[in-house]
């Protein structure tokens, strides 16, 4: 997996380094498959730590 794949979906790409990958996803279905796959996690973490069970499962 391409390291740029994981920072592209967690936003921490700069915006030299977001406008490159972004013209490297339109050629590589290899990248466009990961970022598929990846494109959900921040959400799910997201929902995860709103989650009333999330915190009652800590204590």
Avoid: I
Avoid at 6 to 22: I, N
């Amino acid at each position: 997996m391409h390291e740029e794949v994981a920072a592209y979906v967690l936003g921490v790409l700069d915006e030299q380094d977001h406008e490159a990958f972004e013209r490297h996803l339109d050629g590589c279905p290899e990248c466009q498959a990961q970022l598929k796959e990846l494109g959900e996690v921040p959400v799910s973490l997201d929902g995860l730590k709103h989650s009333p069970t999330a915190s009652e499962d800590s204590h």
